[in-house]
């Protein structure tokens, strides 16, 4: 997910597709403090261009099911 992203903000893909003029941000949210650290680490280590436009975000409850 990240490597496509990645490739979406180099070609500015997103933001031509859509007609956006401000930059793109990205936000995931996980349940887990500890794999959401590792998403960070992850992007910060192979993507570091793309770490400004990652947030990431923990859900302490979980996500509801519907």
Do not use: W
Not at 33 to 56: E, F, H, I, M, Y
């Amino acid at each position: 997910m990240i490597e496509t992203y990645r490739d979406l903000s180099a070609k500015d893909a997103i933001r031509r597709r859509y007609g956006l003029k401000s930059p793109l941000l990205i936000l995931m949210a996980f349940t887990n403090p500890t794999r959401a650290a590792k998403c960070l680490d992850l992007v910060a280590q192979t993507t570091p261009n793309l770490a400004s436009q990652v947030l990431v975000q923990t859900v302490e409850h979980g996500f509801p099911r519907f």
